[in-house]
């Protein structure tokens, strides 16, 4: 496994400040699923983020970014995404190596941790209808308010190509 410091909230607002990329930041409980985060909707406008990190049959994965209480059709999405046969979920040592988060704090702003580009980002078209895209700052003691050009722009500027497909039901 390799050696990894990840980058943290900190780095990444500084990241954020130097594209000149916008964004809003609140700080608040830790919050390890959709349903423990209801009261923190009416605070923080825009469309709030479920993610799933999947892998495929050839070990290839892929961090979907789908809209919080959309439903993902796990025996179907991989035809979709272009994966090798059916997916299921990445095991969290992966996640902690390829994005440098830990389950809970799951993020498509972790695209700036997967520095050799083992993850394909992929936003659920329904999510990308939102003018603000809100995810966790990669830890979940906060919600990160960005707009949604600007996320493809970071995620592009770390160097992934972001796609934007119908992954939801």
């Given at each position: ?66 809209e919080e209480y959309a439903t993902v059709d796990l025996k179907t999405v991989h035809s979709l995404i272009g994966a090798q046969g059916r997916v299921s979920f990445g ?66 500027a770390t160097g992934h190509e972001p796609l934007v497909l119908k992954v939801t039901a």
């Amino acid at each position: 496994m390799s050696e990894m410091n990840p980058k943290t909230s900190d780095d990444l607002f500084a990241y954020l400040d130097e594209l000149g990329i916008s964004y809003e930041n609140m700080e608040h409980r830790a919050v390890f699923t959709v349903a423990e985060g209801d009261d923190l909707r009416e605070k923080i406008p825009g469309g709030h983020t479920k993610n799933l990190f999947v892998k495929d049959k050839k070990s290839r994965y892929f961090m979907l970014t789908v809209e919080e209480y959309a439903t993902v059709d796990l025996k179907t999405v991989h035809s979709l995404i272009g994966a090798q046969g059916r997916v299921s979920f990445g095991r969290p040592e992966q996640m902690r190596e390829f994005l440098g988060v830990e389950p809970g704090s799951v993020t498509a702003l972790a695209a700036l941790n997967d520095t050799q580009g083992n993850v394909t980002f992929i936003l659920d078209e329904a999510l990308m209808e939102n003018s603000v895209i809100n995810c966790h700052p990669l830890r979940n003691t906060a919600t990160t308010s960005v707009g949604r050009d600007d996320l493809l722009r970071f995620i592009r500027a770390t160097g992934h190509e972001p796609l934007v497909l119908k992954v939801t039901a």
